[in-house]
């Protein structure tokens, strides 16, 4: 009885320590994602203004370069730091897509 107690006890602090040890990862993943998952909804948002004719022809390929810049920034970031964003490298991209996000609501609503 005494020997599946310490078993248990050694599988309990395995499990807490690998879970523990994953979690702290996340944010990093989590970043990347969220600079990822912006990107693909500011490309929604302009495909939209294109779609009901509040985006013409060259203010799309300006937005979308802008975007295109954006995410070949982030990829290159995450191919340079091992599959992570720093947090400086994620503070500017977040600074670059706040900057095209404003860009996009003007171009739509000009």
Do not use: C
């Amino acid at each position: 009885m005494m020997f599946s107690k310490a078993i248990a006890g050694k599988v309990l602090l395995a499990v807490l320590t690998s879970s523990v040890l994953a979690m702290s990862s996340l944010p990093l993943a989590a970043q990347a994602g969220e600079v990822w998952n912006r990107v693909e909804n500011q490309q929604d948002r302009i495909q939209s203004g294109v779609a009901n004719g509040s985006v013409n022809f060259r203010e799309y390929r300006r937005d979308e370069n802008h975007l295109a810049a954006i995410n070949a920034q982030r990829k290159f970031d995450l191919r340079h730091d091992d599959g992570h964003l720093t947090s400086a490298q994620y503070h500017q991209l977040n600074r670059e897509l706040n900057t095209d996000s404003e860009r996009i609501y003007w171009t739509k609503h000009n």
